[in-house]
């Protein structure tokens, strides 16, 4: 066996007991409103506190619990962590917020999916409005027709619903039009692209999404110079390194709690 499968094998083994010895963590990105620099929401993304191997990101274990099946348990966990971490803050009286939820194409594919979002959202008594449920654009293209529906029945229930990493599968923007969408994320790889390849790509993202009356949140965003591009081109929300990198659920307590509080000082 390579090297490779050994380290695959090792972790897999490691993930099945992972959930019950309370290795995960999810750490927090805020999103931000372009023309206010208010924070209006925050992303919850899992990490994997592993007892040797130390933390591991996403990219490394999720694909990993696609294949095993485990994404099932752990994104209820997810799932519930993060709405009742967005219901504490509310609580604490800090400005609400909504939580973005990653939602792998496995949980929408469960039969009684929606019934455990609504179970969450009963236990942890957090408002539908606040919680926002991202599915990348592959997963969404991996069975259009099935998604569709789902959507459609997520809207009547008043829960939002963001296409992750926008722009990164199908070139054609057509299909968007017939889906009840709430958000585009456009991906990472345009915003940091250089300004005349961002120009046709975001701009047209923009200019569509508009007009079907979505909001555009861009992700990855790490200058000042991306930032300005995306304010002058109308984009609604951004969200990266330029503001904030995802921080564990105290910092992030004490982010929202400061800029509380120097909003205070200044509508006095
Ligand atoms: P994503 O949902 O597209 O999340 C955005 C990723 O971009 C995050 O990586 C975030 O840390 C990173 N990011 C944010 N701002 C910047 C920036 O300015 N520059 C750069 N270079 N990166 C930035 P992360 O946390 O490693 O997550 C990777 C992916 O793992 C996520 O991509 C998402 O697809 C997946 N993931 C994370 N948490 C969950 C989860 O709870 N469930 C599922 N199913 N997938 C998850
Ligand atoms: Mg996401
Ligand atoms: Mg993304
Ligand atoms: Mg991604």
Redesign the pocket.
């Known amino acids: 066996m390579t090297e490779q499968a050994i380290e695959k094998l090792e972790l897999e083994n490691d993930l099945h007991h992972a959930l019950a010895d309370q290795q995960f963590v ?2 927090y ?1 805020p999103i931000l409103n372009v023309q206010t620099g208010d924070i209006i929401g925050v ?5 994997w506190q592993h007892p040797v191997k130390g933390l591991i ?3 490394n274990f ?1 694909p990993l ?2 294949e095993t099946g485990l ?1 099932i348990s ?2 209820e966990w ?2 519930e962590e ?1 709405c009742a971490q967005n219901k504490a803050w509310q609580e604490m009286g800090l400005p609400p917020l909504f939580v ?5 194409a ?2 929408f594919k469960q039969r009684d999916f929606m019934n455990k979002v609504e179970d969450v959202l009963n236990r942890t008594q957090l408002p539908s409005h606040f919680l926002e449920l ?1 599915i ?1 654009e592959s997963s969404l293209m991996s069975d259009l027709a099935y998604f569709k529906e789902l959507l459609f029945a997520f809207k009547r229930r008043g829960i939002s619903i963001s296409i ?2 926008f722009g990164t599968g199908y070139s054609s923007l057509s299909y968007i039009k017939d889906l009840p969408i709430d958000k585009l ?1 456009i ?2 790889s345009f ?2 692209d250089e300004i005349d390849k961002k120009e046709t790509i975001i701009t047209s993202i923009i200019v569509m999404a508009k007009k079907l009356n979505m909001r555009v949140v861009a ?4 200058t000042k110079e991306q930032y300005l591009y995306l304010k002058n081109n109308q984009c609604d929300q951004v ?5 904030s ?2 921080v564990d659920s105290a910092t992030m307590t004490q982010m929202l709690t400061k800029t509380k509080e120097q909003k205070e000082l200044t509508s006095a």
């Not at 973005?100 to 792998?104: C, K, Y």
């Not at 992700?219 to 790490?222: A, K, P, Q």
């Not at 969200?239 to 503001?243: A, L, R």
């Open positions: 999810l750490n990105q992303e919850a993304l899992i990490r990101s996403p990219d999720i619990t696609e994404i752990i994104g997810v799932l993060a973005a939820v990653n939602v792998s496995h949980q991202e990348t992750d990493d994320k991906d990472k915003v940091q992700e990855g965003v790490e969200q990266g390194y330029y503001f990198r995802p």
